[in-house]
């Protein structure tokens, strides 16, 4: 009897053991995922490279090629920007009258007819009086209806007709029948 009572306990033993193996076996696999875990509780940090240097200045062309012949060079940057003019018309500012617009005479030489348009569905002519331009209206003075723009034609004068398809304008002068074409 003691000899089963030896082998059982050797036999434990190995169990026992084998417990002790496996559960240390256990614990040494376990053990990359838990110092992962650990590792990673901080703030990550991303190093960048250091930026490109940066290049130096570029440096002033030593004299501006000569153009070739037969060519016109282009104006400089600085020559467009001195050749407009600064500031601006005052917006608020009474328009101009044209001088002879206000003595009433405007001789037929004076007005220049441009051109003809129809919009929503009335003819107007457009014509330019001594320094003023504008569009002109069959009636009384051409002054088109709902506009608000002052009369450019003269007391006098107004528009008889006003032909889109032709581009023809007649007008009508103290009494005298004047035809303008395009």
Request: charged share 15%; aromatic share 4%.
């Amino acid at each position: 009897m003691a000899s089963s009572r030896d082998d059982a306990s050797d036999h434990s033993r190995v169990l026992s053991g084998r417990r002790v193996c496996c559960g240390w076996l256990s614990g040494v696999a376990l053990l990359p995922a838990i110092t992962a875990c650990a590792s990673s509780s901080g703030p990550e940090t991303i190093t960048l490279p250091p930026p490109n240097p940066k290049p130096a200045a570029e440096k002033p062309a030593a004299a501006e090629p000569a153009p070739a012949a037969g060519f016109t060079p282009l104006p400089t940057p600085e020559q467009v920007v001195t050749a407009l003019p600064t500031g601006r018309l005052d917006p608020f500012a009474p328009l101009p009258q044209a001088k002879a617009a206000a003595s009433g005479a405007v001789p037929a030489g004076d007005l220049r007819f441009t051109g003809v348009i129809r919009s929503a569905g009335q003819a107007q002519a457009l014509v330019q009086v001594g320094d003023q331009s504008g569009a002109v209206c069959v009636g009384r003075r051409g002054v088109c209806v709902g506009s608000g723009l002052p009369a450019l034609l003269p007391a006098d004068w107004s528009v008889t007709s006003i032909d889109v398809a032709s581009g023809r304008l007649v007008l009508n002068q103290a009494g005298q029948r004047r035809v303008f074409n395009l």
